[in-house]
């Protein structure tokens, strides 16, 4: 059996294994091809099996900041899927990441040592979005930001943004980035790189406080 808990004063998701786990990754990494060394996605897959319903791994794309090509698992609670494809991290989630991935794979030390340990990344409390954002309403259709993205977060209800109200239960807003075009609302979308490049594929932008009017601003006396 392969297992996962969190040392939340190290910040570090320990995943271990027992003999039986053990032997399962040692045979699903079996080489697949010649002078292949191992299957790393082998042994993905059996700890993607083994802990999905209480970590998930997701792409690095769709983790806010991050710039790396490690496994990275987050919280099940605090990951999903919107109706529209995309994977979307709430605010609250917890994010492990393993640091030495181009020097070791950490299916092999799970393989042969029983443990590996996760990283938690930094911040490990993320500030909360307000239920309802600023400048909301000039966000809908006809507002002065209209087509400009605004996030909603973890805390958002039916009460406060009932214009995000899922199609498939008429009493959850899923979080994420959204924004409206020409009446039509488009999101969620997550705050990762891949999220960010739909959204702008899409036709999305972000606000941008304009400039200030030089020709109102007080003269200074010389």
Not at 38 to 51: A, N, P, R, T
Not at 140 to 151: D, K, M, N
């Amino acid at each position: 059996m392969i297992n996962a808990k969190y040392d939340s004063k190290r910040h570090v998701l320990v995943i271990t294994a027992d003999n039986a786990g053990r032997s399962d990754l040692a045979d699903a990494m079996q080489p697949k091809r010649k002078y292949q060394s191992s299957d790393y996605w082998g042994g993905q897959g059996i700890v993607s099996e083994c802990l999905h319903e209480a970590y998930e791994f997701v792409d690095p794309g769709d983790v806010p900041g991050a710039m790396t090509d490690s496994p990275i698992l987050v919280d099940s609670d605090y990951t999903f899927i919107a109706d529209n494809g995309q994977r979307v991290i709430m605010e609250s989630a917890r994010v492990f990441w393993f640091p030495n991935y181009c020097i070791q794979c950490p299916w092999e030390a799970l393989r042969n040592r029983g443990r590996v340990e996760f990283e938690e990344a930094t911040p490990y409390e993320s500030p909360k979005s307000p239920a309802v954002p600023p400048h909301f309403e000039s966000y809908l259709p006809g507002g002065t930001r209209e087509g400009c993205a605004i996030w909603v977060g973890d805390d958002a209800t039916v009460a406060t943004t009932p214009e995000l109200v899922r199609n498939d239960c008429e009493d959850s807003v899923d979080p994420g980035l959204y924004f409206w075009r020409d009446g039509e609302r488009f999101g969620p979308y997550g705050a990762g790189a891949i999220g960010l490049g739909d959204l702008e594929k899409h036709g999305g932008r972000f606000w941008e406080e304009p400039a200030p009017d030089v020709r109102q601003l007080p003269l200074i006396a010389g």
